[in-house]
């Protein structure tokens, strides 16, 4: 898995992150409308507290 080596972390290793997302949020971060999902989700998040969400400063 390209992305596992890219990322620097085993393939397992990213496959276990990918079904906790899952589990957590609901949304399968496989699948495009998943991805779509969860990246506006991250987005509104900044957008409301860009101080404290991922990414801030």
């Not at 949020?25 to 900044?46: D, F, K, M, N, V």
Request: some cysteine; glycine content about 8%; proline content about 5%.
């Amino acid at each position: 898995m390209r992305t596992a080596e890219v990322l620097g972390v085993h393939r397992r290793t990213l496959v276990h992150r990918l079904a906790r997302v899952e589990r957590l949020t609901g949304c399968t971060p496989t699948s495009t409308s998943g991805i779509a999902e969860l990246w506006t989700a991250l987005e509104a998040a900044r957008a409301l507290d860009p101080i404290t969400s991922p990414g801030g400063r």
